[in-house]
């Protein structure tokens, strides 16, 4: 049964590539019939793992396509998510089965709303992946993966073991918004800040008393929310993160170098109204938001 992955960015190609150099049959959808030529005059997919860069030649589809998917991954921006998912719905199987693999929170509901006989899981990882250019990803940290099931279901997909056997660092759970919420927590703590600061993540070391100010605050937004498993040991895991991911370049960093709009609406923008309607102050981050939008807008790109 063919793996279909829908957007080759860092996370995507991180996939895609070592689930084919497992052997398993993977197939790229690429936006439109300029990228998929793009692809094909590269020669493939590129993963670059310490020093050795490694190509593999994928195949490769625009949306499209008519063959039907049963298993999805879609590796896409938060904000583009939807429209994704809309692109290739009348090719789901009754059947499908996908994986989720956004940043934050609030596009997963989208696409669950948009294609409601599949069933969504949501992934939650640590690990560190950057773009080195189109179509080459490098892998630059270790991480833990979490899966859960979008409606609760305390069933693991059967390609969960097929996952574990090739190496990926996956690991089931039976409460994914927890895990959701607790990764959310990381991104805001680390990558708003290698924005501000023009950093890879290793970097942020020089910073800890910023990033201990903004783990304060998450984790007081983590317990009022009654995830006090969620906030536990929060900062600690972020400077874990950090060390893990030092050489990495945050996501929301790689958006800004290349001049794209970032997702910074379904991280600190999903979690500040939260934070208000529960009434709970948070200087730091509503600071470090404000200091993020002011160096977008200095970019020419959108705030939200």
Not at 102 to 124: E, F, H, I, K, Y
């Amino acid at each position: 049964m063919s793996w279909h992955v829908l957007g080759a960015g860092s996370l995507g190609g991180l996939w895609a590539a070592r689930l084919f150099r497992g052997g398993e049959p993977v197939r790229l959808i690429l936006r439109d019939r300029t990228r998929l030529a793009q692809y094909r005059a590269g020669g493939g997919l590129r993963l670059s793992e310490g020093d050795i860069t490694s190509l593999y030649p994928l195949p490769a589809e625009t949306p499209e396509a008519g063959n039907p998917i049963r298993r999805l991954i879609l590796a896409c921006k938060s904000y583009d998510a939807e429209e994704a998912i809309a692109s290739v719905a009348a090719r789901l199987e009754p059947e499908a089965e996908i994986l989720l693999l956004q940043n934050g929170l609030g596009s997963q509901d989208a696409v669950a709303a948009r294609v409601p006989r599949a069933r969504c899981l949501r992934a939650s990882t640590t690990e560190g992946a950057y773009r080195e250019t189109d179509f080459h990803v490098v892998a630059a940290g270790a991480g833990q993966i979490w899966i859960g099931d979008q409606l609760g279901s305390h069933t693991p997909p059967a390609w969960l073991n097929t996952l574990t056997e090739l190496g990926f660092p996956v690991r089931w759970t039976d409460d994914i918004d927890a895990r959701l919420w607790r990764k959310l927590a990381i991104n805001c703590a680390i990558n708003p800040l290698t924005v501000l600061h023009g950093c890879r993540n290793g970097e942020l070391r020089q910073h800890l008393s910023e990033v201990a100010a903004l783990c304060a605050e998450l984790t007081a937004l983590l317990e009022a929310m009654g995830l006090a498993p969620a906030a536990q040991g929060l900062q600690q895991e972020v400077e874990a993160v950090i060390a893990a991911t030092a050489h990495n370049r945050s996501s929301m960093l790689q958006d800004v170098e290349r001049g794209q709009r970032t997702e910074v609406s379904y991280l600190l923008g999903h979690a500040l109204p939260i934070a208000g309607r529960l009434h709970l102050a948070a200087p730091h981050l509503t600071e470090l938001q404000q200091r993020l939008q002011t160096r977008l807008a200095e970019r020419g790109l959108p705030e939200d």
